[in-house]
């Protein structure tokens, strides 16, 4: 199983951007789908975005369609969201997620520590 870590998250105005990186640990990164979910003070953690483990594939959320890019660097063991023309509906935490099949993190997944996002009016 794969050990993730998030950073990259901040306090930003809205229509502002942030990049999110998720490091890997494990020799298995590369065979994984990867995510991003987050979980907003009071709501249920929800699906964000999704990656191949190829890089090749990817899907979103209708929420962050046109705003939020995902991508990975198989050579890092990196994972990162891209989050442009941010609003503040978007605040939440952002946790990095491994094995990710149809907007779920499946029996082998792992899970990072999250990271906060907040967007200002």
């Known amino acids: 199983q794969v050990q993730l870590v998030e950073s990259g998250g901040g306090l930003v105005q809205a229509g502002g951007s942030l990049r999110l990186s998720c490091a890997a640990s494990?020799?298995?990164?590369?065979?994984?789908?990867m995510g991003w979910f987050r979980q907003a003070p009071g709501k249920e953690r929800e699906f964000v975005a999704r990656v191949s483990w190829s890089g090749a594939s990817t899907s979103y959320a209708d929420s962050v369609k046109g705003r939020f890019t995902i991508s990975r660097d198989n050579a890092k063991n990196t994972v990162y969201l891209q989050m442009n023309n941010l609003k503040p509906e978007d605040t939440a935490v952002y946790y990095c997620a491994s094995d990710v099949v149809a907007g779920r993190v499946g029996p082998s997944g792992a899970w990072g520590q999250g990271t906060q996002v907040t967007v200002s009016a």
């Open positions: 494990g020799r298995s990164f590369s065979a994984y789908a």
